[in-house]
């Protein structure tokens, strides 16, 4: 019999957020779960390297496949102004859309290994 492992989807989302190429390159490794509320002003008013803050929308398993979970995640990408914010969402739209080819990519947790198998993105900026 196999155990069902339940693996932290935003724990694996954001790990390989901040190993993503693209995505590094717009926001280093600054994905976060949330921030500090001295942070967006500090780091705004510096002008330092724009940020994403990841959210855990909702959380389902499907019945019938072992350890398939369909998470639904949001990012928000904060930037000083809204065309660089603009940009980390397109790197963010542009690696989402790489997972849905068909090509899982494993992500290092702290209990092992997940293993991201497809992604749906969809983009709203306001």
């Keep these: 019999m196999t155990n069902l ?4 989807a935003e724990a694996t989302v954001r790990n390989w957020a901040r190993a993503e190429t693209n995505i590094v390159a717009a926001v280093g490794t600054r994905t ?3 921030t500090e509320i001295a942070y967006p002003k500090a ?5 330092a390297t724009p940020w994403i803050v990841m959210t855990l929308i909702s ?3 499907q019945a019938g496949d072992v350890g398939m979970q369909l998470a639904l995640i949001q990012f928000d990408c904060r930037a000083t102004t809204k065309l660089i914010a603009a940009d980390i ?3 963010l739209e542009t690696a989402g859309r790489l997972l849905t080819f068909g090509a899982p990519v494993s992500v290092t947790i702290p209990t092992g290994t ?5 992604a749906d993105v969809r983009q709203k900026r306001v």
């Design 5 to 8: 492992v339940i693996v932290d």
């Design 89 to 91: 969402a397109t790197a």
């Design 114 to 118: 997940a293993r991201i198998a497809w």
């Design 43 to 47: 780091a705004l008013a510096s002008n």
């Design 32 to 34: 976060f779960f949330s």
């Design 59 to 61: 959380e389902t398993f």
